[in-house]
C-alpha cells in the first residue's frame, strides 16, 4: 500500500487533482502552484496494488478543506484509467 497526499484544484475548467508525497503539506504545493483560492478538496490518497483500488479521505488543516472522499477516488482513478 502506498500513501500520498492530493489537492484538487477547480479553475474554472473542471477539476484536477494533483498528487504529491506525504512529506509535504497541502499549502505547500497549493501556494508552489499558485493556487491556494482553487483548491476545493484536499487528503490523503491510498492505493491498494494487489487490487489496483483507491481509496480517498481525510482533510487538509493546513489549506481548511476536507477530501471529497469517493468523489476525489474516481477522479484520480480517471487520471491512470485514461493514460493505459
Known amino acids: 500500500m502506498n500513501k500520498m497526499k492530493y489537492i484538487v484544484i477547480d479553475n474554472g475548467m473542471g477539476p484536477h487533482p494533483i498528487l504529491f508525497p506525504d512529506f509535504y503539506d497541502h499549502v505547500d504545493i497549493a501556494n508552489r502552484l499558485e493556487a491556494r483560492?482553487?483548491?476545493?478538496?484536499?487528503?490523503?490518497?491510498?492505493?491498494?496494488?494487489?487490487?489496483?483500488?483507491?481509496?480517498?479521505?481525510?482533510?487538509?488543516?493546513?489549506?481548511?478543506?476536507?477530501?471529497r472522499g469517493n468523489e476525489d477516488a474516481r477522479l484520480i482513478d480517471r487520471l491512470f484509467v485514461d493514460r493505459i
Not at 494487489?50 to 493546513?62: N, R
Open 37 to 67: 483560492e482553487q483548491v476545493i478538496s484536499a487528503g490523503i490518497v491510498r492505493t491498494y496494488t494487489e487490487e489496483t483500488s483507491i481509496w480517498c479521505g481525510g482533510d487538509s488543516t493546513t489549506l481548511g478543506v476536507k477530501s
